[in-house]
């Protein structure tokens, strides 16, 4: 990529923000409309586990998110890739344990979890994209 134009590099970076904030949007609007379709708000609750599922990457892994793909000795890396499963995990079970109580049907259990695969797109696309200087958090 180094021997690309300075305006086409500009473009394609351009083109990976555009794409993430395409996901993130697609995935609320999925989110809301599981909801406002079916006139019941609870799979709302999956937003809490959507805030909680990137906070042990954001707090535990910081800037080193190279060690989530691999095999680490460090407990803090460990711990963050327990936290975050646990997460993702609570994530697809609430909706799941709500359409098993009888408190949403079927339409709003697929948007909600179809809600959630694209915004764990958009987490993944932002971690990768992240290996690029200029989109790194800390």
Request: charged share 10%; with cysteine; net charge negative.
């Amino acid at each position: 990529m180094a021997d690309l134009p300075g305006y086409m590099r500009a473009c394609l970076h351009s083109g990976k923000l555009a794409l993430l904030a395409i996901l993130v949007s697609g995935g609320i609007v999925l989110q809301i409309l599981a909801c406002a379709l079916y006139d019941n708000w609870w799979p709302m609750l999956s937003l809490i586990m959507y805030v909680l599922l990137p906070m042990p990457l954001l707090f535990f892994a910081g800037s080193d998110s190279s060690a989530l793909f691999s095999e680490s000795d460090s407990r803090w890396v460990n711990a963050t890739k327990f936290l975050t499963g646990a997460s993702a995990v609570g994530s697809i079970a609430l909706p799941v344990i709500l359409k098993h109580a009888g408190v949403i049907g079927w339409g709003a259990l697929a948007m909600d979890l179809s809600s959630f695969f694209v915004i764990v797109l958009a987490i993944m696309c932002y971690i990768r994209t992240s290996d690029d200087d200029e989109y790194r958090i800390m």
